[in-house]
């Protein structure tokens, strides 16, 4: 009698699906997907909702449903009425969302501050945020109130290693790493960069506070970047001045570099 395969993911973890937007290992947790679901709908519904009802509606098994509610009314994010049995929206998940709510006001409370440094320094002056473990985006960007400007959309996402704030970001990660060496050689950059001259331009970053991209991340373009450090000591955010390659010399350079530490010091009271 042949035996049962137990090799595959899905074998090994009857919880997790294998999702099909192209990314590479990624999984779908069931118990994880399902609370999810039973958040949302506590919270659009309104209306308290018994345990059976919930896993009846949801399509999920009862007893699953249940844990699952039993979990997230220890974590406060649901709450149950012991007296009719009915389970709603908890305060925890108010004040989670309070907490993204209340960061997006934040990067619009830098806005001025950003528009400010662009007057003065008469550059682009964008905000990157990093993204997960692999990505960064503008979330806010003030453009140079001169004739001959940059403008830099935001919302633009890139890889983690690209550009000025990309090196900022490499200071925290292992280059000797095969992974990120392969990630590295997906990049690309506007003309070639090698490894090691990477290598060289991040141990700068991290020796002086600030990184310059010299036209690899777009050809005739100049970014220097400072980092804005949370209050636990990471990179969350970068600042970075973008400008026309010629447009400063090297003591302009470092200059824009210095005044970039120093924002970005009066930023984190800001953002954090």
Known sequence: MPRPKTDSPAAQHPETTETTD??????SVK?????IRILRHLSQGGTPERSVDLARILGINPSTCFNILRTL??????DFNPL???????LGLARLVEQLVTQ?????????????????????VTLWRRMGADRIVIVSSAASPTDVRIDMAEGQRLPILM????RLFATRMDLDDATLQD?????????????????????????RGWAVDDGYFSIGILAIAAPVISPSGNIDFTVSAVLFRGQ???????????????????LSKVLF
């Open 22 to 27: 192209g990314q590479k290992g990624a999984v």
């Open 31 to 35: 118990p994880v997907s399902n609370a």
């Open 73 to 78: 009314v220890m974590e406060d994010v649901v």
């Open 84 to 90: 009719s049995k009915r389970y709603s929206a908890g």
């Open 104 to 124: 997006g006001q934040r990067v619009e409370f830098a806005k001025p501050l950003l528009q400010d440094l662009a007057a003065r320094l008469r550059v682009t």
């Open 163 to 166: 550009g000025a704030s990309g």
């Open 183 to 207: 990630d590295f050689e997906t990049i690309r950059w506007a003309r070639p960069l090698p490894l090691e001259v990477y290598r060289e331009d991040v141990a700068l970053a991290a020796e």
């Open 248 to 266: 400063r010399d090297e003591e302009g350079i470092e200059e824009i570099g210095r005044t970039l530490v120093a924002f970005c010091a009066e």
